[in-house]
């Protein structure tokens, strides 16, 4: 009871909870001061008063205009107590009612100063100033500039690691290379088997849809095997390719990015290059001719089920008409493209998991990048030699 509160002159309201541990005894000394004696153990596991009972108390009495909190009695308290007083300073603040508080030991009093200290963090973020079109011009055009250096810059460091192969110089773990060979080849044999007998599939239906039209049926066997040889094959498995393993070899180096592996092996004077990139690309360009030739193969045979199910056409005949199609100038062409997309899917997967950032969400994007950046090549190659073709004549 502060100096100066008469029992005669003042009313006291009792608010108790959990059998007395913690309480808040209210009184007024005058009319615009409310006095809160607060005294007990306040803590989480306790059943504590609720501020809104000296809410209310304001509420209903628009006269007081000073509270004084009174903790010279306070037991034992955490973060719950803390967490009332900022209540309470909250509301009075609202209420433009002044607060005094007494007898607060010293770790509330710098944990409430830490707490007005520390601004509040918004939910909202700030909305953004929109930059002017010239200038987001100008920052894409610097942006792509940069990109394209780092791909050239790439691009020679992975030649200087070939050659140093070459040389025998390079250094890398035989073990991993065998290890990618089999990840590029072995382990990728099922999904290009899906994909390449349903390519055949399609291309041998559209096909005979027109063909048929005609009375040309056998000519189905022509069109696919030239469609697979030439184009089809190569194509699909490149992005196959690009969706698999691309994808994993940026995953891979960007998880090495984050953990700083890459840089230990810089610090022990082993080249990233060499250990890293050049056994992902060897085994690339080893595997995916192989799985070309196999995909071609395969869309034959899935394009042979349309001609000999649906056409009319024996097995001997479409595959006479087959053998007759398909020439070493087809199959060369396939397998030479098929060589150029591999090297374009291991730079590409490698580049971005080596630009990665130190982070998870860096690491996704460097996989997301380096499945954009190895279709798109792919996609481009091949209508670059699309017109070398029709300008040779091939």
Not at 91 to 107: A, F, H, Y
Not at 144 to 160: D, N
Not at 219 to 232: F, K, S
Not at 238 to 267: F, K, P, W
Request: hydrophobic share 50%.
């Amino acid at each position: 009871m502060p100096p100066g509160v008469f029992p005669e002159r003042s009313a006291q309201w009792l608010w108790e909870e959990m059998q007395g541990q913690s309480k808040i005894d209210f009184s007024q000394s005058s009319p615009d001061t409310l006095y809160a004696e607060i005294s007990g153990a306040w803590q989480i596991d306790s059943h504590l008063p609720d501020p809104a009972g000296l809410l209310s108390r304001l509420e209903a009495d628009p006269r007081v205009k000073s509270v004084i909190v009174d903790a010279h009695n306070l037991g034992g308290w955490d973060s719950s107590f803390l967490t009332f007083i900022r209540t309470i300073s909250n509301e009075c603040r609202k209420r433009n009612i002044s607060l005094t508080i007494q007898g607060l030991p010293e770790g509330i009093r710098r944990l409430l100063h830490l707490a007005s200290v520390v601004p509040e963090q918004k939910t909202a973020s700030p909305k953004k100033k929109r930059k002017p079109f010239l200038y987001m011009v100008g920052e894409s055009a610097v942006s792509f500039v940069t990109s394209i250096v780092q791909m050239l810059s790439f691009i020679g460091e992975a030649t200087l690691s070939l050659v140093n192969f070459l040389l025998g110089r390079a250094r890398f773990r035989r073990i991993d290379l065998l290890l990618f060979i089999e990840e590029c080849g072995a382990d990728s044999l099922p999904i290009v088997t899906l994909i390449s007998v349903l390519v055949g599939l399609i291309l041998a239906f559209v096909g005979a849809v027109q063909l048929k039209l005609f009375g040309a049926q056998i000519y189905v066997a022509n069109l696919v095997a030239i469609a697979m040889a030439r184009e089809m094959g190569a194509l699909m498995t490149g992005i196959i390719m690009s969706g698999r393993i691309g994808a994993a070899y940026a995953a891979q180096l960007g998880s090495m990015q984050v953990n700083e592996e890459i840089d230990a092996l810089t610090t022990m004077g082993i080249s990233p290059m060499d250990f890293l990139v050049l056994p992902r690309l060897l085994a690339m360009v080893l595997m995916m001719p192989l799985l070309t030739l196999y995909s071609d193969l395969l869309g034959i045979m899935g394009g042979a089920i349309v001609g000999v199910g649906m056409m009319d056409i024996t097995f001997v005949q479409y595959f006479t008409q087959t053998q007759a199609t398909l020439d070493l100038t087809n199959i060369s062409l396939g397998l030479s493209k098929a060589g150029i997309y591999a090297i374009i899917i291991a730079l590409s997967g490698c580049m971005r998991g080596m630009q990665s950032g130190r982070s998870a969400a860096a690491v996704g994007e460097a996989t997301t990048s380096a499945v954009v950046t190895a279709i798109v090549g792919i996609i481009v190659t091949d209508g670059i030699f699309a017109v070398l073709c029709d300008a040779l004549g091939i």
